[in-house]
């Protein structure tokens, strides 16, 4: 990751806000301190399951700065993705507990109570003494890590390099829908597959499950780029498609897919948000030997190592991943796998994508804090258009 000195344009802004005189956080005068608060509301899982697992609760534990390089955010609005349903219900356990507690120092094997929700738009807090960036009363928006307490809260402690200033143009109910799947988006297309603003211009892209929270991002991102955009969703979000900047819109439900798909000039890239059986025949959509590359969201790994446990599911994965890339190689094209990562340079980078107007949030439905477990049941029921987000506190 790079650090934030070296990010262009960082240096430039941290610099323009050298000279601003600090202003005191607006809630200052309506909260404690951190320091003489123990607990806060929060929704939390007691165990894996259902909706009904979800409880909402006064007496949550008040986030503390571990670490010299955290903050502590004071969360406006959160937002839900998929990872929070299959987390809700046990994904990925094995995994993440390792990543929680990796020496087993707890004297208890238990990550609960758990509060869910990778997105935030907030106000900081506190700073820890090591971080420079950032002072109480800014705006900032991040990405929280699935093995951390999640942002349904009204607090949530992050690290310094996952926090970027929020976008100037949007309200933080706005801001909150993006993180998250603008960074999954972003690690697919740009740090997995290579393509940037200066290689991106022309090229044909195609976008499977494109009418989802990472697929509407990722139209739009490769679209500021300069490529021609070919988004696969069913009818009913063909108009989003196009007011997005996708050139192709293919409805999968209006007849088999793979021919439809084939009728079309062949692709440089293709991001793949669905899975299954697509990754039978979507490689042979690329071109041969041109550098041409196939990436997926939807892998085995945090499964692999639920149903095998750690070493046995990271050997599992190691061996289908390498297999597979040799497999396409000797067929003229790349295939690779992406996931999520938690990066405050990214998210400079996409906040000025944003203020530009290159990019927008896509908002299905927006909920109180009171309504999370209705939040949780309309992400469940599928076809949402954006995202489903959360108003923690009603300021927006």
């Known amino acids: 990751m790079l650090s934030r000195g070296a990010a262009s344009g960082w240096a430039l802004r941290g610099a323009a806000r050298a000279g601003v005189q600090q202003r005191p956080p607006p809630f200052r005068g309506l909260h404690a301190s951190p320091r003489t608060r123990s607990v806060m509301p929060s929704w939390v899982i007691d165990r894996y399951g259902h909706n009904d697992v979800l409880r909402f609760t006064r007496n949550m534990v008040f986030p503390i700065i571990h670490f010299p390089n955290e903050v502590i955010i004071k969360v406006h609005a959160a937002s839900l993705n998929p990872i929070d349903l299959r987390m809700r219900s046990g994904y990925g356990a094995t995994a993440l507990n390792m990543k929680r507690d990796p020496l087993k120092l707890k004297s208890e094997d238990t990550e609960f ?14 700073c ?11 705006e900032v928006w991040a990405a929280i890590p ?57 090229k044909r892209v195609l976008i499977l499950g494109a ?4 697929g509407t991002f990722a139209v739009q991102l490769v679209k500021a780029w300069g490529a021609h955009v070919t988004a696969v969703c069913s009818h009913d979000a063909s108009t989003l498609m196009k007011k997005l900047g996708a050139d192709d819109v293919i409805d999968y ?12 000039p062949l692709f440089d890239f293709i991001l793949d948000n669905v899975g299954g059986s697509t990754e039978k025949w979507a490689l042979d959509l690329l071109k041969k030997w041109s550098g041409a590359t196939y990436v997926t969201l939807v892998t085995p790994f945090l499964i692999n190592m639920d149903r095998l446990g750690v070493a046995d599911g990271m050997l599992q994965t190691g061996v289908t ?31 000025e994508l944003v203020d530009s107007g290159k990019i927008q949030p896509v908002i299905d439905e927006v909920f109180s ?26 300021k927006k």
């Not at 049941?377 to 923690?392: F, M, S």
């Open 128 to 138: 820890g003494l090591g971080v420079s960036y950032f002072k109480p009363g800014d």
């Open 146 to 202: 699935p093995w951390k307490q999640g942002t349904l809260s009204e607090f949530v402690v992050a690290s310094g390099n996952e926090v970027s200033f929020k976008p100037k143009c949007l309200s933080h109910t706005e801001a909150a829908s993006l993180p998250y799947v603008g960074l999954t988006a972003w690690s697919a297309v740009n740090q997995v597959g290579g393509l940037n603003q200066s290689n991106c211009r022309g």
């Open 253 to 264: 439900k209006s007849g088999n897919l793979e021919e439809q798909l084939k009728t079309l």
């Open 113 to 126: 109570p758990l509060t869910l929700g990778r997105d935030v738009s907030g106000v900081v807090m506190e």
């Open 321 to 351: 991943v390498g297999s597979k890339t040799v497999k396409h190689l000797l067929k003229g094209v790349h295939y690779r796998w992406a996931f999520f990562m938690a990066s405050g340079p990214s998210l400079d980078e996409i906040a």
């Open 211 to 214: 009418s989802g929270g990472v």
């Open 369 to 394: 804090f009171s309504e999370v477990p209705k939040a949780f049941q309309k992400l469940e029921g599928g076809h949402a258009r954006g995202k489903t987000v959360i108003n923690v506190i009603s």
